[in-house]
């Protein structure tokens, strides 16, 4: 199956739609402009969609397959998640968006497997264990400190 993200002007993804490999395959191939230009004689852009993009379901281009809210950077011709917090930057060299705080290097307090998130309040990386106890990343020591 062949997916392909329909894009407004400002190359926002407005939705994906799958089709057959055929039609790609025989209308261009993977990635090309003939096979998006057969796709919107298919299925017509939407009010505001102005292009048909293919995504790869595998990730195997265009660096992630892209949803509805991501946006297609036509230089570097990769789609981009939303941004999931407003601290959050996007590094321009993997693509990727990246908090103002590095992951904590460790998932664990003293054996206890934790579940990680990020506070965008305190702008820190909080975690729970499986009694519900709440801990927040001292990334200055690499050491869980219960809250």
Request: charged share 25%; with cysteine; aromatic share 12%.
């Amino acid at each position: 199956m062949a997916h392909f993200a329909e894009l407004d002007k400002d190359n926002k993804v407005i939705r994906v739609l799958v089709f057959d490999n055929k039609d790609v395959d025989a209308n261009g191939g993977d990635q090309s402009e003939q096979a998006a230009e057969h796709i919107k004689s298919m299925i017509p852009l939407s009010k505001t969609g102005v292009k048909w993009v293919q995504t790869s379901y595998n990730n195997n281009f265009r660096k992630q397959y892209a949803g509805r809210g991501f946006t297609y950077d036509p230089e570097d011709d990769v789609f981009i998640a939303p941004q999931p917090f407003p601290s959050w930057s996007l590094n321009e060299t993997t693509h990727d968006w990246e908090a103002p705080v590095a992951f904590p290097s460790s998932q664990s307090h003293n054996g206890i497997e934790l579940g990680c998130f990020w506070d965008e309040s305190g702008r820190v990386w909080m975690a729970r264990d499986e009694n519900n106890n709440e801990y927040t990343w001292d990334h200055s020591n690499s050491v869980w400190i219960p809250s």
